[in-house]
């Protein structure tokens, strides 16, 4: 296999607003002689583009802003292209057989739709004498995107194929409370 790409990231540590900016730009290919007829294909977990955006704000010493912005190229997959009915009498027998044959093509020849998703939160810090404790409100995948976790094909009353895509995880508030000491 090959692996091959660049990474940046900008970091802010100081001040009242802190946090960091990262991106990756890669390529990873496989080949193997029994997959793909040898030829070079794309792995599912290929990432051509991979970014994330965290900001944190400290509104004052007790209360803290924060969110997560990551995106994501979709992972490569592969897909039938086409299936074929093939019927006939078995070669030798009496028997009739129906049955499909499906074409998948090159492998992992699809990509699935990009992955983003914004996390939000706000935590309450209390400082204690020997201890700290935060308490958290946050939003995961604030604006709700129904990001892709597997595709399924379906065939309609009319006999047309259509390609589904199956989403975990929309909108989800939390609550969490930390102790330091």
Do not use: C
């Not at 704000?57 to 990551?70: A, D, F, M, R």
């Not at 699809?110 to 004498?129: C, E, G, S």
């Not at 308490?135 to 129904?146: P, Q, W």
Request: glycine share 8%; proline share 4%.
């Amino acid at each position: 296999g090959w692996s091959y790409g660049a990474e940046f990231l900008l970091q802010k540590k100081v001040g009242k607003f802190s946090g960091w900016a990262g991106y990756t730009l890669s390529w990873t290919k496989w080949q193997f002689d029994e997959l793909n007829f040898g030829k070079e294909f794309f792995p599912r977990y290929d990432r051509r583009h991979d970014a994330s955006i965290v900001g944190i704000y400290e509104l004052s010493p007790k209360i803290t802003l924060s969110g997560t912005w990551v995106y994501g190229t979709g992972q490569a997959i592969t897909l039938p292209q086409a299936t074929y009915h093939l019927s006939g009498n078995t070669p030798g027998t009496n028997f009739y057989s129906q049955y499909y044959v499906t074409d998948y093509g090159s492998r992992n020849s699809f990509r699935m739709a990009p992955y983003h998703r914004l996390d939000i939160a706000v935590q309450f810090h209390k400082q204690l004498a020997r201890s700290e404790r935060t308490f958290e409100l946050g939003v995961y995948n604030a604006y709700n995107r129904k990001n892709p976790f597997f595709y399924d094909i379906t065939t309609t009353m009319s006999g047309q194929s259509k390609l589904m895509q199956y989403s975990l995880f929309p909108i989800i508030p939390s609550v969490s409370w930390t102790y330091k000491f």
